[in-house]
């Protein structure tokens, strides 16, 4: 990905770190984001390398060659937020009941308990 980045901004060892879990799925994710990391997972070695080289080529926002951590944490928050907006359209659909762009405390209760009322 290019050359390291300054010393202060490797981990260090004892540094708070979150928990990787079982193949690297969360790294997967935040990196790529829920739907595309999913897309990932079927892929040979050779499409992964491939794709994975255009998103860098996104990521290195100056173009000079590498990637600095303010360019990963850029994308990640990116990727994000696009989950987070693409979530809240999904979820508004299925609240919205009677399609009026509203959601009415009955709508959220139904959607939310359904049959249990």
Known sequence: LGKPTARQERARPGAAQHEDRPGFQY???????????????????????????????????????????????????RVQKRYIYENVAKVWNDYDLNKDNKIAWEEYKQATYGYYL
């Open 27 to 77: 790294d997967h994710e935040a990196f790529l984001g829920k739907e595309e990391a999913r897309s990932f997972d079927q892929l040979s070695p050779e499409e992964s390398r491939d794709r994975l080289g255009k998103i860098v080529d996104r990521i290195d926002e100056n173009k000079d060659g590498y990637l600095t951590t303010e360019e990963l944490k850029n994308w990640i928050k």
